[in-house]
């Protein structure tokens, strides 16, 4: 490139670069408070990157990594890394933690548009052919970047040295199409790039492979939405008597923009779309709700300075209610569905059980059992010691009495076994279960909690009672 284009680069770069951090300040300072809230650590993560002529500088990134990351794994960033944080995904998957570098744009460090900077060990790999990408600046926007190709997608699953694999594999290819830029690099090549480059980099983000993995997700992230402008909608309504005034109209198309705007990100945030709806449970509900009012509040703070002002508080706070009654409530029925799907129908060849206790273990107990379509037992009912916990529902299996009931439910229902928490029982209570089985020639297994199973310790209750070792599982 000749001095004069090296001159209307370094121009195109201060001015873009100026102008973008001018725009973008606002949400760089969105993304450092999400930073700050998700996990402890700096707002940026600064580090080591080869530049012109392998001159080392320090680039800028929003941190998506826990602190000390590269002290606990790879240099590189493979699939599904846990060392990524929940705003570091998004940030990832969209490229916003790339923005910073805007800073060494301006400063001079890097381009807006070049090969992309490299860590200082892989550029000792370089041979002598590849050595020219060295020639000029590092961009912002890359040539690999630009022809849409994912990195991380092209580890195999299973890699165990990605270091390796990165430099015989990913790193030839790369400078391949880095060194063929660096031949023909040019002003009106680089305004060529900065063009197309950001819809290239936003089209790489959504491939086929990407909605073919995340069609889930999708379709429940598209319900919420719909889900979003019901409730404030039928919000709206409520509060004006099922009358809504042509007045309001202004106010519910534009807040209805910074709902759909600005929930969504949030419901990400709590991760609602990685949640398994057939085990969903008081945990998922929990982080709904804190979704929901993170969300209103959001929109109620942006609502406040963009100037509607005079907007009723009462809305968002029905809106909030149905919100949350809406989205838990699809959640829970599409659970049963597919709880259902997975259940046969035919019992007659299964073991008809009791489960004894009603507390954690005796749920886990009844959860596992009733969930698991390779499960040959069928709960008929619980019993436990605390009368007040009697005629109960647990996952619709009722609580029918305590020790001395059990020869009712056996004869009732054809109990086979009984099954005994001994998380949720005393051991005299257990001791009277167990004579009660003996009596009435009935299996039992004791079923000990699991931390004694991790613990690798005997249950309480066998150290105490010396229960034979044939009742225990």
């Not at 290819?173 to 790039?193: C, M, P, Q, T, W």
Request: net charge positive.
């Amino acid at each position: 490139m000749s001095p004069g284009a090296e001159l209307g680069k370094r121009a195109l770069d201060l001015c873009v670069g100026l102008v973008a951090m001018a725009f973008l300040w606002p949400l760089f300072a969105i993304i450092a408070l999400l930073i700050k809230l998700d996990s402890k650590g700096p707002v940026f993560f600064r580090q080591e990157r080869a530049g012109r002529d392998g001159k080392p500088f320090r680039i800028y990134k929003f941190r998506t990594m826990i602190v000390g990351a590269y002290r606990s794994g790879a240099r590189l960033t493979v699939k599904r890394d846990p060392r990524i944080t929940q705003v570091g995904q998004v940030l990832r998957w969209t490229k916003l933690d790339e923005f910073p570098q805007l800073i060494n744009v301006i400063v001079g460090d890097m381009s807006l548009v070049g090969p992309r900077p490299e860590d200082p060990y892989f550029v000792n790999f370089y041979t002598p052919e590849q050595r020219p990408v060295l020639a000029v600046k590092p961009g912002l926007i890359g040539p690999s970047q630009i022809d849409g190709r994912d990195e991380v997608e092209k580890y195999p699953e299973g890699c165990e040295d990605t270091e390796k694999y990165y430099i015989e594999h990913i790193l030839p290819e790369k400078l391949v199409r880095d060194v063929e830029y660096v031949r023909n690099a040019s002003l009106r090549g680089d305004i060529r790039f900065l063009v197309g480059g950001f819809w290239s980099v936003l089209a790489s983000q959504f491939k086929k492979s990407f909605f073919s993995r995340a069609r889930g997700r999708l379709a429940l992230l598209s319900m919420d939405l719909g889900l979003i402008v019901l409730s404030y909608v039928l919000a709206n309504f409520i509060h004006f008597d099922w009358d809504l005034p042509n007045k309001a109209w202004p106010y519910v198309s534009r807040t209805l923009f910074w709902s759909v705007l600005l929930k969504p990100p949030v419901f990400i945030y709590y991760g609602l779309y990685q949640r398994s709806m057939r085990w969903l449970g008081r945990r998922d509900l929990a982080a709904i709700v804190k979704a929901a009012s993170l969300g209103s509040a959001l929109v109620v703070a942006v609502t406040y300075f963009t100037g509607l002002r005079a907007h009723s508080r009462a809305i968002f706070i029905v809106d909030w209610s149905l919100l949350i009654f809406l989205m838990a409530g699809f959640r829970f029925a599409l659970r049963h569905v597919l709880s259902g799907a997975s259940r046969p129908v035919h019992r007659a060849a299964y073991i008809r059980v009791l489960v004894a206790g009603s507390g954690h273990g005796g749920e886990s107990i009844l959860r596992s059992l009733l969930e698991d379509p390779r499960s040959r037992f069928l709960p008929v009912g619980i019993i436990d010691h605390e009368p007040h916990r009697w005629g109960a529902l647990i996952h619709g299996i009722r609580v029918m009495g305590g020790a001395t009931d059990i020869a009712m439910a056996a004869s009732t229902h054809g109990v086979e076994m009984v099954l005994v928490a001994l998380a949720d029982l005393d051991p005299s209570v257990v001791r009277d279960i167990v004579e009660a089985c003996k009596k009435l020639d009935i299996q039992y297994r004791l079923i000990p909690a699991l931390s004694d199973v991790l613990a690798q310790q005997e249950p309480e209750l066998v150290r105490t009672a010396a229960l034979p070792h044939e009742g225990r599982i």
